[in-house]
């Protein structure tokens, strides 16, 4: 059984008429007479009563319309669900992302995204960047923002931004009194960091600023996300070295200064090797870029 076959029905069941039937499916009436009864024996039923003055649907033609009518309706649905997620128009994008993009380009990017493209799930995952590129490349996420990556082979890497590093520090610290910090100011300091396997690239960078001191900052205590950070800051355990940004999110007991020499951090767009037009304007989005010219 084709589903030409069943497409034939249901136009002959909708005109009664062979000939009309054959003009509204642009063929000529021999092969659709051959086509409905190849059906009928397929079946081994007869579905129309045909006299030289009419043609009629039997019972079974009746109870066969309808279950055909309701399959063929999924199938065009199927189709159509189909096609647009490949157009990028409709679908779900599971987007990872680390803490302190939350400050930045995720916001907007959604609001944007949404109002743009409504017909899309985003499901959002608060993910450190280590647990991205893992998930990535197991095929669990399909975008992830993350920090100072370095080279990951299998991923597709794009520099979304870049900003200064600042210097958190407890407000009653000495070094609150000054406008800028230098990185041996923080000699020998108890510092809060991430774990160095959840965020490698990031905990590499910020150390990297702190190699030529005789005494670096020892880290005394470890956490997995910026607001914990800074509440273990706010609470005098420690100085910590955080993106910019996080200037956004207002802990009570916490300042933050600049570094002199104003040293920088990435956040990189990561994605699998591959074809994806929904990915690609959610991209747009976190780029500030419009999609009006991209809907279809």
């Given at each position: 059984?084709?589903?030409?076959?069943?497409?034939?029905?249901?136009?002959?069941?909708?005109?009664?008429?062979?000939?009309?039937?054959?003009?509204?499916?642009?063929?000529?009436?021999?092969?659709?007479?051959?086509?409905?009864?190849?059906?009928?024996?397929?079946?081994?039923?007869?579905?129309?009563?045909?006299?030289?003055r009419r043609v009629a649907l039997t019972a079974a033609g009746h109870a066969f319309k309808d279950r055909v009518q309701a399959a063929?309706?999924?199938?065009?649905?199927?189709?159509?669900?189909?096609?647009?997620?490949?157009?990028?128009?409709?679908?779900?994008?599971?987007?990872?992302?680390?803490?302190?993009?939350?400050?930045?380009?995720?916001?907007?990017?959604?609001?944007?995204?949404?109002?743009?493209?409504?017909?899309?799930?985003?499901?959002?995952?608060?993910?450190?960047?280590?647990?991205?590129?893992?998930?990535?490349?197991?095929?669990?996420?399909?975008?992830?923002?993350?920090?100072?990556?370095?080279?990951?082979?299998?991923?597709?890497?794009?520099?979304?931004?870049?900003?200064?590093?600042?210097?958190?520090?407890?407000?009653?610290?000495?070094?609150?009194?000054?406008?800028?910090?230098?990185?041996?100011?923080?000699?020998?300091?108890?510092?809060?960091?991430?774990?160095?396997?959840?965020?490698?690239?990031?905990?590499?960078?910020?150390?990297?600023?702190?190699?030529?001191?005789?005494?670096?900052?020892?880290?005394?205590?470890?956490?997995?996300h910026q607001e914990t950070v800074l509440g273990l800051v706010a609470a005098g355990l420690g100085i910590s070295v955080l993106p910019?940004?996080?200037?956004?999110?207002?802990?009570?007991?916490?300042?933050?200064?600049?570094?002199?020499?104003?040293?920088?951090?990435?956040?990189?767009?990561?994605?699998?090797?591959?074809?994806?037009?929904?990915?690609?304007?959610?991209?747009?989005?976190?780029?500030?870029?419009?999609?009006?010219?991209?809907?279809?």
């Amino acid at each position: 059984m084709e589903l030409r076959q069943l497409r034939y029905f249901l136009v002959v069941a909708d005109e009664l008429h062979f000939g009309r039937a054959a003009e509204r499916l642009h063929i000529t009436q021999p092969p659709l007479t051959v086509a409905v009864r190849r059906l009928e024996r397929e079946l081994g039923v007869q579905l129309f009563d045909r006299t030289t003055r009419r043609v009629a649907l039997t019972a079974a033609g009746h109870a066969f319309k309808d279950r055909v009518q309701a399959a063929v309706a999924d199938l065009d649905d199927a189709a159509g669900d189909v096609a647009d997620v490949a157009a990028g128009r409709s679908g779900k994008i599971r987007v990872g992302f680390v803490s302190s993009a939350s400050y930045t380009a995720v916001p907007e990017a959604i609001r944007s995204f949404r109002q743009q493209r409504p017909r899309i799930d985003l499901v959002l995952n608060p993910l450190t960047s280590a647990e991205q590129i893992e998930q990535l490349l197991d095929g669990n996420l399909d975008l992830g923002l993350i920090r100072d990556p370095g080279d990951v082979p299998g991923l597709n890497l794009e520099l979304l931004s870049t900003e200064d590093l600042v210097a958190v520090l407890p407000e009653s610290h000495h070094l609150a009194a000054g406008a800028v910090v230098r990185p041996r100011d923080l000699e020998g300091e108890p510092m809060i960091l991430f774990p160095y396997r959840l965020m490698p690239g990031f905990v590499a960078r910020v150390l990297r600023l702190f190699d030529p001191l005789p005494t670096p900052p020892v880290v005394v205590q470890q956490a997995i996300h910026q607001e914990t950070v800074l509440g273990l800051v706010a609470a005098g355990l420690g100085i910590s070295v955080l993106p910019e940004s996080v200037q956004r999110f207002q802990m009570p007991g916490v300042t933050t200064r600049r570094f002199t020499g104003r040293p920088q951090t990435e956040l990189h767009v990561a994605r699998p090797f591959g074809e994806s037009p929904a990915v690609d304007e959610f991209i747009l989005c976190l780029k500030g870029e419009s999609l009006d010219q991209t809907i279809v």
